[in-house]
């Protein structure tokens, strides 16, 4: 299994950054991927970025593009999404979830909150 815990959030003028991290424990060598969602108050939960383990590859939603930043830290098994030119509607619950053992199964953390102020 794979435990995931975020951290990071808070809260941040409109412009400006913060670093969500997520850390991961348990079978870490299984992961194929990890990926960063967010909810928003009253919406559905969307999905905002990913990192595949294999090949390192990244992909992003077009909302966030050019301005979040996923990448791994294997020294920490910790995976970060950098987030920079926040705007309100960046506002929301973010979660970290990996799909590990071939794609088999998935892990979520217990979110944590991002506010951006306008």
């Known amino acids: 299994q794979v435990q995931l815990a975020e951290s990071g959030g808070g809260l941040v003028q409109a412009g400006g950054s913060l670093r969500l991290s997520c850390v991961a424990s348990g079978s870490i060598g299984s992961i194929n991927a990890v990926g960063w969602c967010r909810q928003a108050p009253g919406k559905q939960r969307e999905w905002v970025a990913s990192f595949f383990t294999r090949g390192s590859i990244t992909n992003y939603a077009d909302s966030v593009k050019g301005r979040f930043t996923i990448s791994r830290d294997n020294a920490k098994n910790t995976v970060n999404l950098q987030m920079n030119s926040l705007i309100p509607e960046d506002t929301g619950v973010y979660y970290c979830?990996?799909?590990?053992?071939?794609?088999?199964?998935?892990?979520w953390g217990q979110g944590t909150q991002v506010t951006v102020s306008s």
């Open positions: 979830n990996a799909t590990y053992s071939s794609w088999r199964y998935s892990s």
